[in-house]
């Protein structure tokens, strides 16, 4: 399946395989290095250092394993709204009523998405305190909690936005 499938009515953004994969890589290298650590470690600062590699690579290979058979969309606009799941605060559905505006902006390594809405405590209020928090912080400077960031962008950010605009109703 391609990363952005564009059908009259509708477009639905995947994310790039190959993040989960290198996650998903990196996490069991991590954790086979933490379990020779236990394995062959004598002293106890080894064995320690064994338990936190194999944690952490734990949990990195499952959070990858997790984003590549979740197959869950990053974005779906339709022209009764956008469907964020690749934002950092993923706010779910929302109406075009909540959209505001529909900007890019410059960041490292390309440009980013950031989907205006028009009341972010509504939306921060649907997800994690955690995801609130950091969507705090982002709406704070970038203006919005619904931004998405050129790591995950699969296309140009301009591209994402163009679409976003053609499928919003004219009546917003």
């Not at 994969?21 to 394995?39: N, R």
């Not at 970038?142 to 679409?163: F, I, M, R």
């Amino acid at each position: 399946m391609s990363a952005v499938v564009r059908e009259p009515g509708r477009v639905v953004v995947q994310a790039p395989r190959a993040v989960p994969v290198m996650t998903l890589v990196t996490g069991v290298i991590v954790l086979a290095a933490g379990l020779w650590l236990l394995a062959t470690g004598a002293s106890g600062g080894v064995v320690v250092m064994g338990i936190v590699l194999a944690f952490f690579g734990a949990v990195s290979a499952g959070t990858g394993a997790r984003r590549l058979l979740r197959g869950k969309p990053l974005l779906v606009v339709t022209a009764e709204g956008v469907d964020d799941g690749g934002s950092v605060v993923a706010a779910g559905f929302l109406p075009w009523s909540e959209v505001g505006s529909v900007d890019v902006l410059p960041a490292r390594g390309g440009a980013m998405l950031v989907i205006g809405v028009r009341d972010p405590e509504a939306v921060l209020a649907r997800t994690t305190p955690a995801r609130a928090k950091v969507g705090r912080a982002q709406a704070g400077r970038l203006g919005s909690p619904v931004v998405l960031p050129p790591t995950v962008l699969p296309v140009p950010a301009q591209e994402l936005a163009d679409d976003l605009e053609r499928l919003r109703p004219d009546a917003v």
